[in-house]
């Protein structure tokens, strides 16, 4: 493990083992603190952050992007301090945490026993949103998590992950997928995150007006094992409380290759993404490069979209 990683694990650590000690207002404006502080570096991030913004608000000038970008890095941190302390909320702040709308899209698609796919871009908190699932509705759940440098690292996210409830499989290594189906055929309840394709294989979809890729994943789990396939959009307001809803199903095509099912499903789920960051951009927390037209000259130069 170099240095820088195991800086980053140990920073990492000491969220977790800090913060969620903090009282909840004390957190909140450590997270402001640290969101306004990075904002003003103009880093990397928050440059990407605007860079992405412009394309979800593309007739907002340099002021109100640079305003937005600074509610993007507020809106991140709260998620951040929101995960380091969620170990630590009892079942009534968790249940308390989150107010979804359209709730019986998900409830009927359960009871249902055909097994439920919820795809999520990274709008606000989608671990609270899990955690919400797991103790106000008593529904465990399969998710994915990219593995992350160090390896520490990404058993700390595991170990958090399943201590709210989910069952957490490594994106990398091929079985993820099969486990998953298993999980649906069964009747159960699958959550993705699925607004970034971390393979470069992923589905071409129409995103803000211009290609960007999304992963397959979810398009096809509904085909292959018959699940309904939900989009989820999230919001934080002035509350304590992250809004949310839950959107109609995705419905399978009854004509038309695998492949161009798998397009069509992928690109409504895309719709509805962006129907959510349109209304909510600065929740949107997206610090990389999403866009083709942005991952192509990487790539053309040798280094890794």
């Not at 600074?70 to 991140?76: F, H, L």
């Not at 026993?113 to 871009?121: K, M």
């Amino acid at each position: 493990m170099s240095a820088g990683e195991r800086l980053t694990d140990a920073l990492y650590g000491l969220g977790w083992s800090t913060v969620k000690k903090l009282p909840e207002p004390a957190a909140a404006r450590l997270g402001r603190t640290i969101a306004d502080l990075a904002w003003k570096r103009r880093g990397k991030g928050v440059l990407r952050l605007e860079a992405n913004y412009a394309r979800v608000v593309p007739d907002a000038g340099p002021e109100r992007l640079a305003e937005l970008s600074r509610a993007g890095m507020r809106s991140y941190l709260r998620y951040w301090m929101e995960s380091f302390r969620l170990p630590a909320w009892s079942p009534e702040r968790v249940r308390a945490g989150f107010d979804p709308k359209d709730l019986h899209h998900l409830t009927d698609g359960l009871a249902s026993g055909r097994g439920v796919v919820l795809a999520l871009p990274h709008l606000a908190n989608w671990d609270l949103a899990g955690a919400w699932v797991t103790t106000a509705l008593g529904t465990p759940f399969t998710t994915v998590a990219e593995r992350l440098k160090p390896e520490t690292l990404y058993d700390r996210f595991v170990a958090y992950r399943e201590g709210l409830g989910m069952e957490v499989l490594p994106h990398s290594g091929g079985s993820a997928f099969g486990t998953l189906a298993r999980r649906l055929r069964d009747g159960g309840l699958v959550c993705l995150v699925a607004d970034r394709d971390l393979s470069a294989s992923g589905v071409e979809v129409e995103f803000f007006g211009e290609s960007a890729r999304m992963p397959a994943g979810p398009a096809l789990l509904a085909q292959q094992t018959g699940a309904l396939l939900l989009p989820v959009t999230l919001w934080y307001d002035d509350s304590p409380v992250m809004r949310g809803r839950v959107h109609p199903p995705i419905e399978v095509p009854e004509s038309g290759t695998r492949a161009e099912k798998t397009s069509s499903m992928t690109q409504a789920l895309a719709d509805a993404f962006a129907t959510g960051i349109a209304d909510h951009p600065e929740d949107w927390h997206m610090l990389q490069r999403l866009w083709l037209a942005d991952l192509e000259p990487r790539a053309a130069d040798g280094e890794r979209p």
